[in-house]
């Protein structure tokens, strides 16, 4: 507990008006969460590569947005539906690498870095033209 938080308790006359002094101010807790919950849902569903941003670099984006969510109580993020975004979001040039790694790569239990170390792995196996 802050020291700030223990003196100012420490200020009340019974337990149970600490208690109900704390769950007060906790209050605005619920509804900060909610909004800020709003607030990732909507970058959640307008996110997309930037020009030039590497797919490392978009899987770190999704991931951290992914974690952010989950910690603000959206129980519906699932490692499955960041990997069903990432391939949603790929660029087009990359499509035809999905398109095998989507064939071949078993989504039971997907992750993020098995998608991103697969594409980087067909990625370093073009021959180049």
């Known amino acids: 507990m802050p020291p700030e938080i223990g003196a100012f308790l420490a200020n009340m ?13 906790r209050l605005g807790d619920h509804q900060i969460r909610r909004v800020t919950l709003q607030w990732l849902r909507q970058q959640w569903e307008g996110l997309a ?18 974690e952010q969510m989950t910690r603000n109580g959206d129980t519906d993020i ?5 990997v069903e975004k ?11 690498i999905m398109l095998a790694i989507e064939t071949l790569l ?12 697969k594409l980087k792995a067909m990625q370093n196996c073009e021959v180049a033209p």
């Open 106 to 117: 078993d989504f039971v239990e997907p992750s993020i870095k098995e998608v991103i170390g």
């Open 13 to 25: 006359a019974t337990a149970k008006e600490a208690w109900n002094s704390n769950s007060t101010a």
């Open 86 to 96: 990432l391939l949603r979001c790929i660029p087009k040039k990359y499509s035809q």
């Open 49 to 66: 590569f930037n020009p030039g941003e590497q797919v490392e670099d978009f899987a770190f984006r999704l991931s951290s947005l992914k």
């Open 78 to 82: 699932t490692d499955a539906r960041a």
